[in-house]
């Protein structure tokens, strides 16, 4: 049997709930002095092949490993009556704390049992998808609500209850198999990632089932580096280089070259400097003919004003990206990690090709396997805990980065008439320019590919819409959308996805022109009208809700909070555990939609998220009336 399962660790009691994934049928077992199923989950174990969790390999299976390598001990002890039930409970209780505090006092917060000794192979979802990387986290209750799960229930009941009645069991019964129904759907959405393993796992022997994206393009790295150079994988993931300094002119190449004395004097200044650390070591900015271009370790950025800018019969929006822009800058500058050798631009260059001729062949598995391998690279270059450690690839990589797409734009801005810079973004750049000048454009593209011998793609925009250089809309002449920042509505699942109806109103204002009531009230997915509040251990909310007698009752609220705004809902609050109190959506009454209900009316307040919509408008719009 293969299973998603999830584990209740209480002082006065122990529950596991299972989900069997090909017949769905649920599994469960506790531990209690009234209910005491230890032979029945034992026998459950003993025929399950393999289970998968959230965080199960820091928490849930350790207790499970814990439970089946002391049952044969327990069973002995209980015939005797040398221990009792509750004494049972009580060890696995203090393995569930003792795992906590060990997590708690880590920098990693990760502990797990060794592959070798695991006893029910597992698969971790959390580790998967990156979540417990401190940039990326989520926790199951948050990623309910960024699913629109029907049931977001957080536990009521003290994890340090001793005295738990039957009325309680059913409760958190009913509470753990949530959670594994909540996984189960969380597994579903994972498919993709989890055949992308598999197929890395068959064709390479790599063991990446639980590794999320960047590892696995690591750790294919390392595997075909040492296929390539015979040495010993253990003895290589040792290897490092510290520098105690980097000079940035020793990272710029000679071809890197600029006309105008605004480039130029960025050009001396980055060649000027000699950092000792790599974060906030470059924060340039130049102004070119009216746009500002901003130089940073993570690379070039810039953006017009706010506005809609939009092709015309006489002037078109183009697109220019790198492809593949920083593999291939390690490519053809021959960059590689000093501690690896020249060798490695081999492998590298290897694995560039083998993922063209997989793509070519529509292989997608192994194309996307090995295009993670190489973005991995850059990343872990400024890693201190990867074999791939060393700044100097780092810097190089970014320098030249920027530094090459600047001398496309300012080659571009010379040469062409009439050219209106829009935006600039790590590995590409977007511009207005006369129709008539486009074949000049791409005589410049094709000069500058032969200079860097990087390729050029490009793509024809009818219209972009532009906050910030985070925050746009751009829509290809084919029809095609790309959303970012206040405009996305479809996010990563790690992210707060908040009054998604926002975005999706913007989009139709934009993209359609439909006003923005008319999206907001014809728009029938009460999930998208729902916020998300999370609270810490330093604070909780409240909301202050009338009884049936018209006296105002304060309900406190759980961790992870999903509402909406409604004219006929409650004021919420958030307490801090120091006395203050913050009014959340001030002005807004609110209500709590923790557990889906289905009704003819949600009593939404449509005019606060129209207000919200045409206020995103007003920012972008009279910013770019200011200009005329």
Not at 162 to 187: C, G, P, R
Not at 572 to 600: T, W
């Amino acid at each position: 049997m293969k299973l998603v399962y999830d584990l209740e660790t209480l002082h006065g009691m122990f529950s596991y709930t299972g989900l069997d994934v090909d017949t769905e049928e649920v599994y469960q077992f506790v531990l209690h002095k009234d209910r005491f199923e230890l032979e029945e989950l034992i026998e459950h174990l003993n025929q399950t092949t393999h289970l998968i969790g959230y965080n199960c390999i820091s928490f849930d299976y350790p207790i499970l490993h814990f439970i089946l390598l002391s049952y044969k001990d327990w069973k002995w002890e209980l015939a005797g009556c040398y221990i009792t039930e509750q004494d049972v409970i009580d060890l696995i209780y203090k393995k569930a704390q003792a795992l906590i505090e060990q997590q708690n006092a880590s920098i990693f917060g990760s502990f797990g049992i060794k592959e070798s000794e695991v006893i029910i192979p597992q698969m971790d979802l959390f580790k998967m998808w990156h979540f417990n990387n401190p940039a990326r986290s989520q926790s199951l209750k948050g990623l309910e609500i960024s699913m629109n799960y029907h049931n977001v229930l957080d536990m009521t009941i003290d994890h340090s209850s001793k005295k738990i009645s039957i009325k309680q069991i059913a409760e958190i019964l009913h509470y753990n198999l949530n959670d594994v129904l909540a996984t189960y759907e969380f597994y579903k959405l994972s498919f993709d990632k989890i055949q992308l393993r598999k197929d890395l796992q068959k064709k390479y022997g790599l063991k990446c089932i639980n590794f999320p994206d960047s590892k696995i393009g690591e750790s294919l790295i390392l595997k075909l580096y040492c296929q390539k150079t015979g040495l010993n994988p253990w003895d290589v993931k040792k290897l490092r280089t510290e520098r105690s300094s980097i000079a940035l002119k020793d990272c710029i190449p000679d071809y890197i070259r600029f006309k105008t004395p605004e480039f130029n004097k960025l050009l001396s200044t980055l060649k000027s400097k000699v950092i000792t650390e790599t974060k906030g070591s470059i924060k340039e900015s130049v102004i070119y003919k009216g746009f500002k271009y901003d130089y940073g370790t993570g690379g070039i950025h810039g953006a017009i004003k706010p506005g809609v800018y939009e092709s015309t019969d006489t002037h078109i929006i183009l697109d220019v990206d790198v492809g593949s822009m920083y593999p291939t800058i390690g490519v053809v500058n021959k960059l590689f990690p000093q501690h690896l050798g020249i060798e490695f631009c081999e492998v590298y260059n290897g694995i560039l090709e083998d993922r063209m001729i997989a793509k070519a062949q529509k292989n997608m598995s192994v194309s996307d396997g090995l295009k993670l391998s190489l973005n991995s690279v850059y990343g872990k270059s400024n890693d201190q805990h990867s074999f791939l450690f060393d700044s100097f690839y780092t810097m190089s990589t970014t320098l030249i980065g920027q530094l090459t797409l600047t001398m496309l734009c300012e080659k571009l801005c010379l040469e062409i008439k009439d050219l209106t810079m829009i935006q600039s973004n790590t590995d590409g750049i977007s511009f207005l320019i006369n129709r008539s000048q486009i074949d000049k454009v791409y005589s410049i593209c094709k000069l500058w590919e032969k200079l860097t011998n990087m390729s050029l793609e490009y793509v024809e925009y009818s219209k972009m819409i532009i906050k910030d250089v985070n925050n746009y809309i751009s829509v290809t002449t084919s029809g095609k959308s790309k959303c970012k920042g206040l405009f996305e509505s479809i996010k990563d699942l790690h992210k707060d996805n908040s009054f998604k109806i926002i975005p999706l109103a913007l989009q139709e204002y934009f993209i359609n022109n439909v006003p923005i009531e008319n999206t907001i009230l014809n728009h029938k997915n009460i999930y998208d009208f729902c916020g998300r509040q999370k609270f810490k251990s330093t604070s909780y909310g409240v909301t202050y809700e009338l009884s049936m007698d018209d006296i105002v009752l304060p309900i406190k609220q759980q961790k992870n909070v999903r509402y909406y705004i409604s004219k006929k809902g409650h004021k919420f609050i958030k307490h801090y555990s120091n006395g203050k109190q913050a009014i959340i959506n001030e002005g807004c009454p609110v209500i709590i939609f923790n557990q889906f209900v289905e009704k003819e009316d949600y009593h939404i307040d449509y005019d606060y998220y129209i207000r919200k919509a045409n206020q995103e408008i007003r920012n972008i719009i009279n910013t770019q009336l200011e200009l005329f």
